[in-house]
Structure formats: structure tokens, C-alpha cells
């Protein structure tokens, strides 16, 4: 009996010891700048009058895409709602959904990986740092099993990681792109063609998965709810491909996936003339980031395709 004490005790003193721990330590470079460009740009999304254009994507949505050359197509005010691949698409909905209204207008180049994702690792994510020490008023409101899953979430390389950060954060080390290179509507900026040139041989030597895209995950199961509910409400979403390097080869039948995912919810789906493929050098340090320059003109060919093709609202 004693012993069956003595280990309960050890194993509630090892669950409290668990959350003391990761209640206090977060890995502040690498994901501390989720909440608060979410923060920014819902601040921003807010401020706009409906009609706007929202565009939505991970990285490539950021990189790639520029609400300026948007709105200087589209005639609307935009904001880039766009987070990471690594934030699990359910969680980036739930902050997404409600800065939008009737006769909104959301541009989606999700990236290619993001339409495979199953459950378990959609809610295996950042988002789940971010749940647990940032947005705690979205954690309580999820089912026992995912506030369980976030809290789960935490490692021992997780800890590792998070002492280094805090103590790179304190000494003033910054990464390339954070905050202070957002543009005011949510657009990474100050990645020029220059400031690439290290990466090139890296994006020469990347590759993409190329088998076919599924009929059914759990990605495209939250998609297909999302473009449903925005169609009941009277909101435009429009899908397309994200930017890739010309070297890579990828499969048209993927633009057809594609197309009828997002039109038999009843939304849109386009196709620029390059299919989003532009030269190695258009590239900044990723295979779905185009560098400042490009990214300005593709977004307008972007705004450009969205202002002659679709219906009016």
C-alpha cells in the first residue's frame, strides 16, 4: 500500500513538475512571433470596410504575395492573413473566420503539403505552443482531447530548444524575417534578390513530393467545411497554385484536383498562364518564397487574373 502511495505521489509530483515547466518556457524566436503577427494582422483585418481582400496561405502567402499590387488590381483594401505550413489549418480558421463578412473576397495559394495533413498531425503543431501559452481563450474552448493534445505536446528537445531561445531573445539575436518585417497588411518585406543570393543553391537542390495529391484528408475535409460555411455567408473564396521554381516539374492534373475541390463547394479556383512557376532567381530562401521583387509582380498578375475572371459579388 505504501508503495502504491509512494508512486502516485511521484507520478502527480512528475505531472505538476511537467506543467510548471512548460507553462514557463516557450521558444520565443522560432514561434513567438505566431501570436503576435496573428495579433497584427486581425488588428489591421478589423480596421477595414467590407469589401476587402483577405489572402490566406502559409509562408508562400507571405512571401509570395503583396496586398499592395492586390488592391492596385482588385480596387479592394487587403490584408495577408497568412501564418506557416507548420500551423495546423483548423487553429489558423478559428482567428481567420471571424474578421470575415459578407462580400469578402479570400485568395488561398495554400501550399501543395498542406492539402495531405491528417488529423493527428494538424493538431501535433506550433499552434499548439501558441494554444498553451499565448491563446489560452481559443484553448479552453477546444474539446478535452486537444486541450489534452496541446498540453501533450511538449519534449525534452522542445526544452532544450526553448532555454536557448529565451537566452539568444535576451541578448538582442534576431532572425531574418519577424515582426519588423511585415508590411502594415501583414506582407513579409526587405526580402530582396540580393539578400537571397545564398540560398540559391539550396532551392536548386529542393524537391517537392510528387505523388498525386489525396481525394480525401483530414486537411481537405476542413477546407471543404470552411469554403462551405463561407459560401453560406456570402463570402468569395478563391483558390490557386502557390509559387514554385521552374525546374520542378509538377503535375497539371494537380490544378484540376484542385479546381474541383474548391467548385464543388461552390467557390473559385485560378490558374495563372506560368502556373505560379517562375526562374530560380525570382527565389528568395525557399521554393514557395519569391523575393521582393517578384513577389510584387506576381501579385499583380495575381490581382489582375482575380479583377477579370471573377463574377461580381
Same mark, same amino acid.
Given at each position: ?10 507520478? *502527480? #509530483? ?12 516557450? &521558444? @520565443? ?5 505566431? @501570436? ?25 502567402? /507571405? ?7 492586390? #488592391? ?50 494538424? =493538431? ?9 501559452? $499565448? ?5 479552453? #474552448?477546444?474539446?478535452?482531447? &486537444? ?11 522542445? *526544452?532544450?530548444?526553448?532555454?536557448? =531561445? ?17 508590411? @502594415? ?15 540559391? !543553391?539550396?532551392? /536548386? ?12 484528408? $483530414? !486537411? ?15 463570402? /468569395?473564396?478563391?483558390?490557386?497554385? @502557390? #509559387? ?14 484542385? &479546381?474541383? *475541390?474548391?467548385? /464543388? ?9 506560368? &502556373?505560379?512557376?517562375?526562374? *530560380? ?10 523575393? =521582393?521583387?517578384?513577389?510584387?509582380? $506576381?501579385?499583380? !498578375? ?12
Amino acid at each position: 500500500m505504501h508503495k502504491l502511495l509512494a508512486f502516485g505521489v511521484a507520478v *502527480l #509530483t512528475s505531472v505538476l513538475l511537467y506543467l510548471a515547466i512548460f507553462s514557463v518556457v516557450d &521558444r @520565443p524566436l522560432t514561434l513567438g512571433e505566431i @501570436p503576435e503577427s496573428a495579433r497584427l494582422k486581425a488588428a489591421y483585418a478589423s480596421s477595414l470596410p467590407s469589401p476587402k481582400l483577405a489572402i490566406w496561405a502559409g509562408s508562400n502567402g /507571405r512571401y509570395s504575395h503583396r496586398c499592395s499590387a492586390f #488592391t492596385a488590381s482588385t480596387g479592394l483594401p487587403c490584408v495577408n492573413l497568412s501564418m506557416a505550413v507548420g500551423v495546423g489549418i483548423d487553429f489558423q480558421l478559428l482567428q481567420i473566420e471571424p474578421l470575415l463578412q459578407r462580400g469578402d473576397l479570400v485568395y488561398m495559394p495554400l501550399e501543395y503539403e498542406q492539402y495531405r495533413v491528417g488529423r493527428e498531425e494538424m =493538431e501535433s503543431g506550433a499552434e499548439n505552443t501558441v494554444l498553451v501559452h $499565448h491563446r489560452q481563450d481559443i484553448l479552453w #474552448t477546444l474539446s478535452p482531447a &486537444r486541450i489534452a493534445r496541446a498540453w501533450g505536446s511538449f519534449d525534452l528537445p522542445f *526544452l532544450i530548444h526553448g532555454l536557448i =531561445e529565451t537566452g539568444l531573445d535576451k541578448f538582442g539575436f534576431e532572425r531574418r524575417s519577424g515582426i519588423g518585417s511585415l508590411s @502594415p497588411q501583414g506582407d513579409e518585406t526587405g526580402h530582396t534578390a540580393a539578400r537571397g543570393q545564398p540560398y540559391q !543553391a539550396f532551392i /536548386r537542390a529542393a524537391a517537392i513530393d510528387p505523388r498525386p495529391l489525396p481525394e480525401r484528408s $483530414h !486537411a481537405i475535409d476542413v477546407l471543404g467545411a470552411f469554403l462551405d460555411r463561407a459560401r453560406q455567408r456570402g463570402i /468569395r473564396v478563391v483558390g490557386g497554385l @502557390p #509559387t514554385l521554381p521552374d525546374h520542378l516539374h509538377i503535375d497539371p492534373a494537380r490544378d484540376q484536383q484542385l &479546381r474541383a *475541390l474548391f467548385e /464543388r463547394h461552390g467557390q473559385h479556383f485560378v490558374v495563372l498562364p506560368n &502556373r505560379s512557376q517562375y526562374p *530560380l532567381d525570382c527565389f528568395f530562401d525557399a521554393v514557395y518564397h519569391l523575393n =521582393e521583387e517578384c513577389q510584387q509582380k $506576381h501579385s499583380a !498578375a495575381v490581382g489582375r487574373l482575380l479583377a477579370h475572371s471573377l463574377p461580381p459579388p
